[in-house]
């Protein structure tokens, strides 16, 4: 490993020269292949902290799928059913997966249209099965801790042979404090080592105290998640993975909204109706995700008018209703939504509810505090109060 590595150019193709260098020691990563640039590493250094954390906390194999420094969707190992499969385009020929191709799905599928062009990072070293998985889609690297050999030249073979690939060393731990330079100054702070576990979720504040263990896992999991999101930011979390991410809002009622009409998206697609598209054969993975973007939004006429349908769908589709939708999202329940920072006002969590929130993780400490618990209970919701806010800039 070396201690410093060119890069083609900053954020922009403008911003020259650029690198990602170490002060002190080797860098802790090494190109296996391609040219990652400066968002790359942003990306994937990122997501390595977001999924060894996830690992570290479950004990389950984790994914992320990162774009633009904050994560797509980021999953464990939770194993896929039918129609996660038929979602996610797994073809039957895929077999069975194993957890970490579960976990690399459910983070890829968590937000599709996001996810186009991303940066993979998985907690485990990278095998057979999940490369199988990542050839088909479009993106930018991956980092892992490892790869195995038949896995390795199946990643070598995307874009041309020029897919980044990242090996990082899973031993590395970064020094306490870390530095930054915005407009020639240098920012210093301590590095954020702020453990995220079940215990954060022993102050339960509501009336309903029923905290189940796929909920515990599922808050965790949305924690971690916020911990390497822009924020402002929430996190909807159901069986094992991020359904809905809302970063960089100002305002967390935007943020809320943004991340709620993600997991809206998440759980329409598994509609019955949303199902059964009758696609043309042949139409490529990312015009479907755009045609079934464009289907459950308030705009269908946009794939359903004539001379627009014919060029994603052998017959034309009924439009799902906004009634229809409705009906299918009342019938969600069981989600988990965790916050950076406290909720100011209860119409977060009444925007929460109809996307099917059930279990509720943040910091606590608005002034309005009862009026957020009182908003749970009306509904019979469960909400914890962690502590802990999860500022990431």
Request: glycine content about 8%; overall charge negative; aromatic content about 8%.
């Amino acid at each position: 490993m070396a201690s410093e590595l060119e890069l083609k150019y900053g954020c922009n193709p403008n911003q020259k020269p650029a690198r990602i260098f170490m002060e002190n020691g080797e860098l802790p990563v090494t190109v296996l292949n391609g040219k990652p640039g400066y968002i790359n590493f942003l990306d994937a250094l990122n997501g390595w902290q977001l999924v060894r954390e996830l690992k570290q906390a479950t004990g389950l194999p984790a994914a992320a799928s990162f774009k633009h420094v904050s994560p797509a969707g980021a999953a464990v190992g939770v194993e896929l059913d039918e129609t996660m499969r038929k979602i996610y385009f797994i073809p039957k020929s895929a077999g069975e997966l194993t957890p970490l191709a579960s976990a690399y799905a459910r983070a890829r599928g968590a937000d599709r249209m996001s996810s186009f062009g991303d940066w993979i990072s998985l907690s485990d070293p990278c095998d057979a099965c999940t490369a199988k998985l990542i050839k088909p889609e479009m993106s930018d690297g991956i980092i892992a801790p490892g790869y195995e050999p038949e896995a390795l030249e199946i990643l070598k073979a995307k874009h041309g042979g020029a897919y980044n690939i990242v090996l990082i060393d899973p031993a590395y731990e970064p020094a306490k404090l870390e530095r930054k330079q915005v407009f020639g100054v240098t920012f210093e702070q301590g590095h954020n080592d702020s453990a995220i576990d079940e215990s954060l979720l022993n102050e339960i504040v509501t009336k309903n105290k029923d905290l189940p263990d796929n909920a515990k896992r599922d808050l965790v999991i949305s924690l971690i998640t916020l911990k390497y999101t822009q924020s402002n930011s929430v996190c909807y979390v159901k069986d094992g993975q991020a359904i809905g991410i809302g970063a960089g809002q100002q305002s967390r009622i935007h943020c809320t909204r943004l991340a709620g009409n993600k997991a809206d998206n998440w759980l329409l697609r598994q509609h019955p109706h949303v199902l059964a598209l009758p696609f043309k054969k042949g139409l490529g993975r990312p015009e479907r995700d755009n045609a079934i973007d464009v289907y459950i939004s308030d705009e269908p006429e946009e794939v359903l008018d004539e001379g627009k349908w014919q060029l994603c769908f052998t017959e034309r589709p009924e439009a799902l209703t906004k009634a229809e939708k409705r009906a299918w999202l009342s019938k969600q329940s069981g989600v988990s939504l965790g916050s950076d920072a406290f909720f100011p006002f209860g119409d977060n969590i009444e925007r929460a509810r109809r996307s099917g929130v059930k279990y509720v993780a943040q910091p606590g400490g608005s002034i309005r505090d009862d009026d957020v618990i009182n908003t749970c209970d009306e509904y019979g919701m469960v909400m914890c109060f962690t502590h802990l806010r999860l500022f990431h800039h």
